[in-house]
């Protein structure tokens, strides 16, 4: 398989990826999220479930979208693949990430304290959790993007 066909095959998977993450993401979208909101997550174990569903939805979109998807896009193009940082670069140059790479780096730090770190302070999780909400639009358009670059480069080719 070549590395355009394995691009193919891995922006299908982050579609279905993406399918799971807007559902967790349409119900917490909506949600007022504060220390007393993470507080009463203690008592309600259906939503604590949600929340868990949404942050382990949304690392495992940020991990394949950033580690699988756009390094392979990179290898598709004739891109150098480097370095996280060094791929959300190149991305961020051609207009596939809206952010600053490094921001994509701290984004990355907060998935990691919400996939692995237990609640131990309401008014840091709801920060971290409000986070990922505000980035998940971002996260989901830089995926168009990088597909409507991907298909503009190959029309070309």
């Known amino acids: 398989m070549n590395s355009q066909e394995r691009l193919n095959t891995a922006l299908l998977h982050c579609e279905r990826i993406r399918h799971e ?8 979208s909506k949600e007022i999220i504060n220390e007393q909101w993470v507080e009463n997550l203690q008592s309600d174990e259906m939503k604590k479930e949600r929340v868990s569903a949404f942050c382990a939805r949304f690392g495992k979109f940020q991990d394949y ?17 480097g370095t996280a940082l060094e791929n959300f670069s190149v991305a961020e140059r051609v207009g596939i990430l809206s952010i600053p790479s490094e921001q994509m780096v701290e984004l990355r730090t907060i998935r990691n304290r919400l996939t692995h770190e237990y609640i131990e302070n309401e008014k840091a999780f709801s920060a971290d959790v409000n986070a990922v909400i505000l980035m998940t639009p971002v996260l ?18």
């Open 65 to 81: 979208f950033s580690d699988k998807v756009l390094r392979l896009w990179l290898e598709a193009v004739g891109e150098y693949v």
């Open 140 to 157: 989901l358009a830089a995926l168009d993007k990088l597909v409507s670059h991907y298909q503009a480069v190959m029309r070309k080719a």
């Open 21 to 28: 993450l807007l559902f967790s993401y349409g119900w917490i």
